[in-house]
């Protein structure tokens, strides 16, 4: 699965976003798409994920409430809405994807940069 992801920008805290990151090469029903981030100095993070056959969500507490996870099923897109932005969100953000069977998380996005200011 190929993965390409954008949206990303310069927000003051307050504000929103909305990241998409678009999939091709192969059927996603058997897959789960997901978005993470890495801030400066930290480890990656991750955020939210969504089952793409049934649309199943499931939220790191850290953006539950803030942040929600789509998709379009006839785009083979999965977008990432973040509200109520503050500093600590700023990262660079990649979309992921992970085959049902395996554990890890092997397709991933380039990353697009998010920069929130106070």
């Known amino acids: 699965v190929q993965l390409q992801a954008s949206g990303g920008g310069s927000v003051q805290a307050g504000g929103s976003l909305r990241l998409s990151c678009a999939a091709s090469g192969r059927s996603l029903s058997n897959y789960n798409m997901g978005w993470f981030r890495q801030a400066p100095g930290k480890e990656r993070e991750f955020l939210a994920l969504i089952r793409w056959s049934g649309g199943r969500t499931y939220y790191a507490e850290s953006v539950q409430g803030r942040f929600s996870i789509s998709r379009d099923k006839f785009q083979s897109t999965v977008s990432l809405q973040m509200n109520m932005l503050t500093p600590d969100d700023t990262a660079v953000y990649y979309c992921?994807?992970?085959?049902?069977?395996?554990?890890?998380?092997?397709?991933w996005g380039q990353g697009t940069l998010v920069t929130v200011s106070s």
């Open positions: 992921a994807a992970k085959f049902i069977y395996e554990s890890e998380w092997n397709n």
